[in-house]
């Protein structure tokens, strides 16, 4: 089955939707400046010489044990300080974007725990490369838990960033947990929607119900196997026919820009049957329950700013606020810092982490 983009009548598969399956470079990428000869800087944006960083892992409510860099300043003095974790985007690891925002949030006060969720990067869980609505959501809670027992850390003052598919878990995970006291989403995806309902909500029930049969069939043969059957990703080569955000997708994780070795979006693909968790989850069902603040930010050019406008539509009171960012796509706000707006990020958690 194939939905069809509006815009230009590109056909892509909905597995491929699931996250934006990556295939494997024909390069190894390149990383940010090394920070010394030993311990060589692994992430795909420069380090700071503001900000100490310290690899660090704790286990969520399942028993999974997550890997996070924590950053922390380097001018910082006994007091305790504001915290906020940070995940996404889906398939990426914390090498990449979530590190940045981390880093940059680190430079500005506060205690960053950029984190790979469950199943990728170089968190634990089996089997590999596999998404879950619940757990993901957990993931975040996990976190919090971390920062909540550091000496360093208010646990009244703790926050949370969701980037892409991890905005839509952010958002989840601050409707289940009170200890959230700021959620920030950054061009977010709504995961259970574009996976049962294709992207602008295009799929008919007769697609939808074929998918489950198609996804079902395949769960029976990776049980015959042993073994988990990969989505398709992108060509490793475009050939300029595919829509502006497949390519801006591309120029993001196959580039020097933002490839890096553990990610699934640069080297792979998800599991094939991971869409199925999330087909009839819906994971913004109580988001209008929400209490604290949340603020949402997007791209004005971005394929999936309708979920945040979304999203913003169902959030209630006066704690909610939606930024548009001229003349930006989705991918622009992963790494491109002259659009990611941290002066307003700052602002907002300064305020709300009170």
Known sequence: MATTWPENGFKITLSALFGLFLSTLPFNGASAMNSDSKHPWDKTFTQSDKVDVQKVTFKNRYGISLTGDLYTPKNKTDAKL??????????????????????????????????????TGESGGQPRNVASPDINTEDFGAAIDYLSTRPDVDPEKI???GICGFGG???????IDPRVKATVTSTMYDMSRVNANGYFDAMTQEERRQLKRRLSAQRTE???????AVAPGLPD??????????????????????????????????????????INMPILSYSDEIQSAVLLIHGENAHSRYFS????????GDNKELMIIP??????????????????LEKFFSDNLK
């Open 222 to 228: 990776d049980y015959k196997n042993g073994s988990y």
């Open 159 to 161: 926050g949370i960033i």
């Open 169 to 175: 878990f952010a958002l989840n995970a601050a409707a």
């Open 82 to 119: 504001p915290a906020i974790a940070v995940s996404g985007p889906f398939g990426a690891v914390k090498e990449q974007a979530s590190g940045l925002y981390a880093q940059t949030m680190a430079e500005r006060g506060f205690v960053t725990l950029a984190f790979d969720a469950s199943f």
């Open 327 to 344: 003349n930006a796509n989705h991918v622009d706000l992963y790494d491109q810092t002259d659009k990611i707006p941290f002066d307003k």
């Open 309 to 316: 406008e979304d999203a913003y539509k169902k959030l209630k």
């Open 237 to 278: 080569q475009l050939t300029g026919e595919e829509p502006q955000f497949v390519k801006d997708y591309y120029g993001y994780y196959k580039t020097p820009r933002g490839y890096h070795k553990n990610s699934l979006n640069s080297n792979g693909g998800w599991n094939m049957t991971s869409s199925l968790s999330f």
